[in-house]
């Protein structure tokens, strides 16, 4: 089966602009989370999708956006950009997303974006 | 509120030797640890998810241990190799649902020739 993918792996944008990060799940999860990753804060919840309905959601600004669609494939929107977004987007997919079920998390390898 | 620390917070060792990484959580109350391997710039690997009913995991080298009494997981890496230089993050999720994973800082582990 392949792997989390993410596209693109990277991007450079200005301030101000706004950006879309695209994920597919491994076939079959239906379950798709987001995280930003710095080297200060570390791995930062962003959101969670489950059959199309965004399921949780972390502490940022509404800047941040996301959703999935019927094949389970998710996208996140930044809007707005500040030179703090700079981080590596990571998504997770897990297969049935059961409330308190020990499932596995399979994280894609990353959108580094770069905010100038 | 869940709160994972990874001590220490980086490691060099010698090919060969074996070694012991630490995770620590506050809140006993969890479904399941996993432990996950990250290259530099890169995405999460799992390396071992441990139930909460069970107290080890192995896969090859690597065997994870769980003790949730004291709030505190193990992972340790036998005859350790250059390639398995890398950053060592654990994780646990919240007391329901899968998200969100609270993430220790991670272990830079280093591992000479």
């Known amino acids: 089966k392949a792997g989390v993918t993410q596209t693109p792996r990277y991007l450079i944008k200005t301030r101000g602009q706004q950006v879309t990060l695209s994920c597919s799940p491994i076939?079959?999860?239906?379950?798709v989370s987001w995280y930003q990753q710095t080297p200060g804060q570390g791995l930062q919840f962003l959101f969670e999708?489950?059959?199309?309905?965004?399921?949780n959601k972390g502490n940022f600004p509404g800047r941040f956006s996301g959703r999935q669609f019927s094949n389970s494939r998710s996208e996140m929107n930044v809007s707005t950009l500040e030179l703090g977004d700079s981080a590596l987007y990571l998504c997770?997919?897990?297969?049935?997303?059961?409330?308190?079920?020990?499932?596995?998390?399979?994280f894609g390898p990353g959108t580094r974006l770069l905010v100038l | 509120k869940q709160e994972v620390t990874q001590i220490p917070a980086a490691l060099s060792v010698p090919e060969g030797e074996n070694l012991v990484l630490n995770c620590s959580f506050t809140d006993s109350a969890i479904y399941n640890l996993q432990w996950f391997r990250q290259d530099p710039g890169k995405g999460l690997t799992s390396l071992l998810l441990i139930q909460s009913s069970q107290r080890e995991q192995t896969s090859g080298r690597l065997n994870a241990s769980l003790d949730k009494s004291s709030g505190r997981s193990t992972l340790y890496i036998a005859a350790s190799q250059p390639g398995d230089s890398a950053t060592y993050l654990c994780?646990?999720?919240?007391?329901?649902?899968?998200?969100?994973?609270?993430f220790g800082k991670g272990t830079r582990l280093s591992v000479i020739a």
């Open positions: 994780a646990v999720p919240p007391n329901s649902g899968n998200t969100p994973l609270v």
């Open positions: 076939s079959g999860h239906r379950s």
């Open positions: 999708y489950f059959s199309e309905t965004q399921r």
């Open positions: 997770a997919s897990s297969l049935a997303g059961r409330r308190g079920g020990p499932e596995t998390q399979y």
